[in-house]
């Protein structure tokens, strides 16, 4: 229903979107892209590249007078670094006349835990920064200026989308209770970890600094949650239409995420099944649905369908490859022992993967929206929306002649 690719490297020209299956009608706050682009360029621990970009996308097609065609949506986000790498990204065989910036000698010496080792082996490539070049997160820019046009789809059914930083290294935050949407929506956009617990917060960061003076790197979790969900996305009839599956996969394919769990993940294999599964209850107050859950550890998700409760969704990230104190590796060019090749970037990312991981929940439950309520057309998904959620209201609101007096 809804698909997208991209295209481009870290120090290239720019990065390319095209967006697949958009509505017409949705009329989209480019201001809000390019927020959600600025938020992924934050957070404590990110390096030099973030002082040089400041990215916005350019709406090159599939945009009309601000609103959608249903045509394809192109974007275009221009890297300003493009100027020092002229000379070394190139597309033509010899650099063109006037080309800026150093002529980088190639990179021969891959980074234990990147995509460097292996896919030169798999491309064949002698200079692997034909590979690290497009492995790199800057890719991810392109993902969040994608999911920003899903989510601003999500909110026209009330659909709102968050995140919020869990734990850095060692330091986290209590799994129970669990952080209130309220709570999270309510952090400031420029928070240094987007971290629902000040002094958690100050922990993770002085966790940060120690790793930044030692020549380190750190990784951790972060949570993304999506309130107003209705009940129904995703399938339990077919393995690939499951979206936990689907959810998981997307979250998985953020470079450095090692692990996902849903709603209380990876604790469900250490609980009695009595703290795991949500319990169903019935509730009598006329005002409200006739059924409840006081829980939601399933993370708002059954059988791979959503249930009707916020969907909760954890990604685990392992620290970022490049360690300024490199780690062993070896020359491809002699097959001798060298210390690991050195790119700048990060001492820890997991505010900017954070974001990432909204756009990425949002792309995914867009498509699920698309397929269970579908329509070429704004209006036409509204309208569908409006009566399937009518009937699932009508279902669960008890009949008149049986709810408690007022």
């Known amino acids: 229903m809804l698909r997208f690719l991209t295209a481009g490297e870290s120090h290239g020209r720019g990065l390319v979107t095209i967006i697949e299956g958009v509505p017409s009608g949705l009329v989209i706050d480019f201001e809000q892209v390019t927020q959600d682009l600025r938020r992924r360029q934050g957070g404590y621990g990110r390096g030099r590249r973030m002082a040089i970009e400041s990215d916005r996308a350019e709406f090159l097609a ?45 990179v021969v010496r891959p980074r234990p835990g990147h995509a460097d080792l292996a896919g030169g082996l798999k491309y064949e490539h002698e200079d692997l920064r034909d590979v690290l070049e497009r ?86 979790s972060f949570e993304v949650i999506a309130h107003g969900v209705p009940a129904g996305l995703g399938s339990y009839a077919h393995w690939d239409r499951k979206l936990d599956g689907r959810l998981a996969q997307a979250m998985m394919s953020i470079p450095a995420i090692k692990a996902v769990g849903i ?45 009707g409760e916020e969907v909760r969704v954890t990604g685990y990230m392992k620290p970022i490859s490049t360690l300024m104190k490199p780690l062993r590796s070896v020359d491809l060019t002699t097959l001798e022992d060298a210390p690991a090749a050195i790119e700048r970037s990060d001492v820890c990312a997991v505010p900017a993967a954070a974001v990432v991981g909204e756009a990425v929940v949002c792309l995914v439950l867009a498509d699920a929206v698309l397929e269970r309520f579908g329509g070429d057309s704004m209006r036409q998904l509204e309208a569908h929306f409006a009566e399937t959620t009518a009937e699932v209201r009508r279902r669960l609101t008890r009949p008149a002649a049986v709810r408690a007096p007022s």
Do not use: Y
Request: glycine content about 10%; charged content about 25%.
């Open 62 to 106: 599939g945009v009309r007078k601000g609103r959608t065609t249903g045509a394809p949506i192109a974007l275009l986000i221009q890297n300003k670094d493009w100027d020092n790498w002229q000379q070394t990204m190139h597309v033509e065989a010899t650099p063109p006349e006037g080309a800026t910036g150093a002529r980088r000698a190639p």
């Open 135 to 220: 492995a790199s997160a800057r890719e991810t820019a392109a993902r969040v200026a994608a999911g920003a046009i899903a989510r601003q789809l999500l909110q026209r059914i009330g659909i709102a989308v968050v995140s919020h930083v869990t734990g850095i290294g060692d330091v986290l935050m209590p799994d129970e209770p669990p952080v209130a949407f309220s709570r999270v929506r309510d952090i400031p956009w420029d928070a240094p970890l987007r971290c629902a617990d000040p002094a958690a917060e100050a922990a993770m960061i002085a966790a940060i600094d120690r790793a930044r003076e030692a020549g380190d790197t750190m990784g951790g």
């Open 263 to 307: 709603g209380c993940g990876i604790e469900a294999a250490r609980r009695p099944g009595s703290r795991v599964h949500d319990e169903i209850v019935s509730v009598m107050d006329r005002d409200q649905p006739a059924i409840a859950r006081p829980t939601n550890r399933a993370g708002g998700l059954e059988g791979g369908v959503t249930n």
